[in-house]
């Protein structure tokens, strides 16, 4: 069997692609890849420079241009070349795009809590005259809950809308998180590794110039003490709980490992076959009376565990068989589950060109 010719898509982020790698070192009996840098000027000529069979994307979360940059250049890829692109466009253009994500949610008819995005001060101001409080502001950009706000009072949601418009802006927040599990430890071993350290310095460079002052997301808010953290990749299941700890659940890393219900699966799989996504990362609300609203969905996202889900205490995965859901334990999510990608990307390949086997 040949072996595949892949190409991976590094953003502007030095060390954002090197789980890809990893990944692809693992399986070097069966690909071989080249890192061509979709930030240069060169760019399409890296591309078009050999025959891939695959591109595997690493899509930017850190700033808006490169955001764009990106966005613009896979598109070109998708429509200028056949070359299958793992995640799919789709999925990157609602990834880190919370204002393109709440358009999507709702075309698709997925539940998710009710999102407002103004362009107009006014009409955002008229709007809270009559809106119901607490209300949940949102930067497009940004993880973990970076650019979450809890907008408790009246004051509070038209300071807020003021502010963006016409003042400082919506602004993340930016630096360590001492709050979060491991803070120690994680300090030690940034030292320990200087090229980390100084990927966290430059990711926090970028985030501090991400202020958002040109629109206003405005979100229903759902009270909960945690949201369901579902995973797919291919056909492989995972779910787990990510507890609040303050306000937020996002960025909390305090995670309850308990056994998933089906209907949350089952809810999971209508939501992303609806556009054939294929690898999702899907955080979910479930409200008093049992109904699941989608709050974020991102095709690329951290994992600070071994596992994405344990049942009874075992790692591993569902799966759908003959429409019942089967649980397998096994060890599926090595290199934060881009292995798992990996393999999944080339099943899809040899199903879709077979001449590859040859």
Known sequence: MNKLQLAILKNEVAED????????????????????????????????????????????????????????????????????????????????????????????????????VFYYQDEALDFLKTAALPLVGKTSMGGSGSGVHILKTLAEAESYVSNTFSGKGAALNVGPNWRKKGFIGRVFKKLLRPQDFKAKLQQYKYLR???????????????????????????????????????????????????????????????????????????????????????????????????????????GRYIQVNGQWQFEAGDFNRYESFLLRLEHFIQILHEHQPAIHA
Not at 57 to 82: C, M, N
Not at 234 to 259: C, I, R, T, W
Request: aromatic content about 12%; some cysteine.
């Open 209 to 315: 110039s991400e202020i958002q002052k040109d629109f206003v997301i405005l979100q229903e808010h759902v009270p909960h003490t945690f949201e369901w953290r579902c995973v797919r990749i291919g056909d492989s299941f995972f779910a787990h709980k990510k507890l609040v700890k303050g306000d937020k659940a996002s960025g909390s890393l305090l995670k309850g490992y308990e056994n998933p219900p089906m209907q949350l699966l089952d809810f999971v799989k209508e939501a992303t076959d609806k556009r054939h996504f294929l690898s999702q990362s899907v955080d979910i609300f479930e409200t008093p009376d049992g109904r699941y609203l989608v709050n974020e969905m991102q095709c690329i996202f951290g994992q600070s565990d071994p596992y994405q889900m344990l049942v009874d205490g075992v790692p």
């Open 17 to 116: 692609h090197l789980l890809w790698l990893d990944a692809c070192r693992e399986l070097r009996d069966l690909v071989d890849v080249d890192v061509v840098d979709l930030t240069r000027a060169d760019w399409l000529e890296q591309i078009r420079r050999k025959r891939y069979d695959g591109l595997l994307a690493s899509p930017p979360g850190w700033s808006t241009p490169f955001k764009t940059l990106f966005d613009e250049r896979v598109s070109i890829l998708q429509s200028a070349t056949d070359i299958p692109m793992y995640p799919s466009l789709e999925e990157i253009q609602i990834y880190e795009n919370k204002k393109y994500l709440s358009y999507w949610l709702a075309a698709n008819y997925v539940p998710h809590p009710k999102t407002w």
